[in-house]
T-cell receptor, first 113, second 112 residues
Framework: KAGVTQTPRYLIKTRGQQVTLSCSPI?????VSWYQQTPGQGLQFLFE???????NKGNFPGRFSGRQFSNSRSEMNVSTLELGDSALYLC????????????FGPGTRLTVT | DQQVKQNSPSLSVQEGRISILNCDYT??????FLWYKKYPAEGPTFLIS?????DKNEDGRFTVFLNKSAKHLSLHIVPSQPGDSAVYFC???????????FGAGTRLFVKA
């Protein structure tokens, strides 16, 4: 069974631009969560999607948004990029809501210059 | 407000010895705790977990201990191997696993 895939793996953007990251969960997994990893901050929860609906949201500004499609694939969008948005963005999938174990993709390394 | 804290950014251990990674939490509603391991250029992978109704869970060389009164958990790796060198994240979940909070991670170095 293929793992969680994320595209692109690396991205360089300029301040003020917007970016879209993509995540394909493990086949059969219906819950997708997004995390931001920065040095010293660990993994900060962004949001969780299940059945095309955002079910949970972390403490991030409205510039961060996402969506989930009917095939459970998910996208994350960040508008008006700031230098502080430079981070590793990780997507994780789980079979269902309430499944404690999550399966992570390799992440997308976003650099904002 | 960091609800899950890993106060040691790094830990260095000799091969064959015990590695002890610590984690503290503040939210008494957490009912499930997990440890993930992360290698460079890879996403975190699940390692071991423990429910709040237990105080110990063992899986091979890995044992997690939970002290609810102290709101503290630890991961023991015995014996430590060079391949264990990675960043270890402690995570806690409440509300039936719908939201998981991660610590900042501890980088473990196992020296041969």
């Amino acid at each position: 069974k293929a793992g969680v895939t994320q595209t692109p793996r690396y991205l360089i953007k300029t301040r003020g631009q917007q970016v879209t990251l993509s995540c394909s969960p493990i086949s059969g997994h219906r819950s997708v969560s997004w995390y931001q990893q920065t040095p010293g901050q660990g993994l900060q929860f962004l949001f969780e999607y299940f059945s095309e609906t955002q079910r949970n949201k972390g403490n991030f500004p409205g510039r961060f948004s996402g969506r989930q499609f009917s095939n459970s694939r998910s996208e994350m969008n960040v508008s008006t990029l700031e230098l502080g948005d430079s981070a590793l963005y990780l997507c994780a999938s789980s079979y269902d809501r309430g499944s404690y174990e999550q399966y992570f993709g390799p992440g997308t390394r976003l650099t904002v210059t | 407000d960091q609800q899950v804290k890993q106060n040691s950014p790094s830990l260095s251990v000799q091969e064959g010895r015990i590695s002890i990674l610590n984690c503290d939490y503040t939210n008494s509603m957490f009912d499930y705790f997990l440890w993930y391991k992360k290698y460079p250029a890879e996403g975190p992978t699940f390692l071991i977990s423990i429910s709040s109704i237990k105080d110990k869970n063992e899986d091979g060389r890995f044992t997690v201990f939970l002290n609810k009164s102290a709101k503290h958990l630890s991961l023991h790796i015995v014996p430590s191997q060079p391949g264990d060198s990675a960043v270890y994240f402690c995570a806690a979940s409440d509300d039936g696993g719908f939201k998981t909070i991660f610590g900042a991670g501890t980088r473990l170095f196992v020296k041969a």
